[in-house]
């Protein structure tokens, strides 16, 4: 069967089993968006390639699919650069499509020329620049392998102009070897040796504690860690990246660790005699300063990635393999620690003394960003998705959204990319259109990519956004407030202007706002009777609500700050 | 006020502690680009670097690095060099145990005086001479890392037009495993 190369990526695309693509077209790419009309694959047209990205982001996450993007060539590809950095951090498996100038361009400075490859070289998992249409099904073939073994990330596909309108063969490659990666070993089996090793560290156990991460997510091992944390008895956190693969309301879980970490949470890794790193790569975030992080712990560090070993933290114990098939041999074996119950009695008087906590509600002044959060959770319909921006709101999200199961929080972590949240909330809905899904957004978040409700709209995925309009660029200001002597600089953004309202139903959503606790129930009621269009709320938040507990950047986990109304007792 | 001098690098033939990384490669375009990339985003220094295809599988090459050990720990450059896709084998051979080898080719001014004293050097370095005219001598030196260094010295009495140096490839010594194998 002759086919052009764009009919043959199309075809590919749809042998990877994709069911949609998030793209904009433009010269280089237009060949391939001709066969689009004929293909299965819904295309999701987007009005800034950026919102393409963190799109296909958020249906990875929300779905544990890879995500799909598809853009033409120079601004095209630019603009999506910012997304594959981000999935590049958080390990999110991406395929993201390029269009190129023709081959003979290639170095010409031809008209929407970039080096695509040479840029994203250092923040893809990998990436293609195709030289010739009978090598676009191997290098899509190899593009979902290598995005999806292993440790997962963003692999980028560049195909020139002329070898999408060329024709060739059809063939698609039927096995591993055909692919043609003899560098490329994403598993290894599981070393017995190491796994009983650990097995003696955890028998000596006293003070455990499971320091779980986003592999623990990739690697879909949440039944195992639930059994495992069970069985043993063991205390659990779960860092920002891995909210969701531990239930919030399970009597064991201490919630997240890190610079705005429950107290519970930061302080028992800090007194733990043995930590259980679970797809966690000892991020700054979460460690604090490193030389007094856990100081007398020893560590078992478990990655599929065998570079995570010992580049922070000094492993005692490193197991290469999914999480999963750990957890699943220190069960067989029955592995168990010390009798808990004095390591429980320290912790939950930790957890008594200083639980999450934040200043009364009042029905006249502003709405407490933390009590909206907590509102929006208490009336969503259970498994409701939650994705959210970068900030004070992020972190608010995280701590007072109670998560009980994977895929249901979707969020920029390594990279803390402002504006992810509303595109990534339109991913997770096309993904998963059985779900509400919320977005808890900043108001500085919201303008950087607001344009994708339109995309929205267009489209009929009804997202709900609750900006958390403080009407700062809030956690820079809590910086300066705490840092900075108070010394505000360029952090102003104004509750008014924008209007969000009026932008919302500008862009075809519904817009509310709520300006004290009444307005607020009654947005939110409003906000799920919805299901047709997107919904927007402005709630106005007081913009001197700090995010606690908090580590100051480069402090020690020792030094945590919890809430001033916690001090005079701490 | 006092503006502080410009930067401009040090010259230092080997670093205090060094490795040897052989390092298997697909033969593809861009690949080059992919390690030296690599080394420059994690803050890994590379002290010299040859690149050549690799014996009998035409479609691999080999490239030698050099590199400063004590700009990061060997073990992350190896793992975080492993987990390119177009990375196929690496050995790390200790000097100790590294049979290194690099060519010097040099160009110097020469007159009546001194072509005698030159012919000296280059006779008790090794070295041979490969081009000859009224004013100038080319030779060329295949020795060790060391006895590069060493004929370099000693041309710092004459007027040298042009001097390059290959960077080395190693092999293990008979009998010496290389350290760290993530085999192909
Ligand atoms: C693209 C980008 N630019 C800048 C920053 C730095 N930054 C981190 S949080 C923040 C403020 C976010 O403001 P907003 O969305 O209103 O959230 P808030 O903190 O007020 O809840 C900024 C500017 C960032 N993380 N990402
Ligand atoms: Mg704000």
Redesign the pocket.
Known sequence: MQLTGAQALIKSLEMEGVEVVFGLPGGAILPVYDPLIDSSIRHVLVRHEQGAGHMAEGYALATGRPGVAMVTSGPGATNIV?PIGNAHMDSTPLVVITGQVATAAIGTDAFQECDITGITMGITKHNFLVKSAHEIPRAVAAAFHIATTGRPGPVLVDVPKDITQSMMEWWYPESIEELDLPGYHPTVDLDADRVNQAIELIKDAERPVLYVGGGTLKSHASAQLLAFAERTGMPVVTTLMARGAFPDSHPQHLGMPGMHGMYSAVIAIQKSDLLISLGARFDDRVTGKIPAFAPNAKVIHVDIDKAEFNKVRRADVAIRSNVAAVLEAWDAERAMPQNLEVWWKEIDAWREAYPLVYDEPNDDGLLR?QFVVESIAKAAAPGTIVAS????????ASQFWKFEEPGTWVNSGG?????FGVPAAIGAKAGRPDRVVWCI????????TAQELVTARAEGIPIKVAI???A???????WQEMFYDERYSE?Y?SPDLPDYVKWAEAMGCVGLRATNVAEMHAAIATANSINDVPVVIDFRTD?SEKVFPMVAAGASNDDIMVHPRQRESQ | MNTPEPFLGVTSHTPVRHHILSVMVENKAGVLARVAGLFARRGFNIYSLAVAPAETKARFSRITIVVDAESAPLEQIVEQLDKLVNVVAISDIAPKDALERELLLATIKTNVDNRTSLLDVVGSSGAAIVDVDAKSVTLMLAGTPAACDELERELENYTTLELHRTGRVALPRLGKAALIAIPD
């Open positions: 910012t960003p921006g970068v900030g004070q709101h992020q972190m608010w990279a803390g990319t402002m504006g957004d900043g108001d500085g978040c919201f303008q950087m958390l309009n403080n700062y660029l809030g956690m820079v200001r809590q952090v953004l913009s």
